[in-house]
């Protein structure tokens, strides 16, 4: 496991970019390499990161500002390395992703990443995440899905739906259908298991034990 130094020495403005303010500048070592992280306004709706490594621009990218409020610098993967996470505010947040590459001593952007909010690593395989965006119903439709990233790419491989809606039950009866995706988008997947919701999940705080159990003993299913 890399050992990182992290050095915050050089913050303008900051790292939390609610509002038009998207200025912010954050330096840390990895790997015996300096890296920089500047993120400037371009306009109303386009902000630039930009990358140094050892003052050298080894990336510059436009993103959109629109809902944009912070960057953070989680070690997603659970490498040992600090990553790169932007979130978009929204009625479900969004996430932009850059994973340390250790190889290279650089940042790759992980592509379709964004479908996946509150990504969370499995405990029983780390290689597997799972997401999860409300549906509905204050929140009482929900919807999970599988996923792992492979070369710099977002996977998805199984998805849950979660109908728990108490409104109109007979015509919309409560209930969890589980799906193994064949396709990466999601829009061709076969139906695998339709389970009782309130017999799985009795009170609404319990789809999270749910959710987190049935992903960890059930990923194999979605290989």
């Not at 912070?70 to 969004?94: A, E, R």
């Not at 009482?140 to 108490?166: A, E």
């Not at 990466?184 to 749910?210: A, H, R, S, T």
């Amino acid at each position: 496991m890399n050992k990182y130094l992290l050095i915050l020495l050089a913050i303008i403005g900051t790292t939390n970019l609610f509002g038009q303010d998207h200025n912010s500048d954050t330096l840390f070592v990895i790997n015996l390499q300096t890296f920089r992280f500047q993120t400037n306004n371009v306009n109303d709706d386009q902000v630039t990161l930009t990358i140094f490594r050892n003052s050298e621009i080894i990336k510059t990218d436009t993103l959109y500002a629109g809902g944009l409020t912070n960057l953070q610098f989680p070690d997603f993967d659970n490498d040992g390395n600090k990553d790169i996470m932007l979130t978009y505010m929204g009625n479900n947040f969004t996430y932009l992703l850059y994973l340390f590459d250790n190889t290279n001593n650089e940042f790759k952007f992980i592509e379709g990443f964004d479908r996946f909010p509150d990504a969370m690593q499995l405990k029983t395989n780390p290689k597997y995440y799972y997401s999860y965006h409300r549906a509905g119903c204050a929140d009482l439709n929900w919807v999970s899905d599988l996923f792992y990233i492979d070369n710099f790419k977002s996977k998805h491989i199984g998805h849950i739906y979660g109908q728990g809606c108490d409104f109109e039950v007979i015509e919309n009866p409560q209930v969890i259908k589980i799906f193994k995706i064949t396709d990466n988008k999601g829009e061709n997947k076969k139906q695998i298991e339709e389970l009782p919701y309130l017999k799985n999940i009795p009170d609404f705080g319990d789809k999270w034990d749910y959710i987190e159990k049935y992903w960890n003993e059930n990923y194999e299913k979605f290989n």
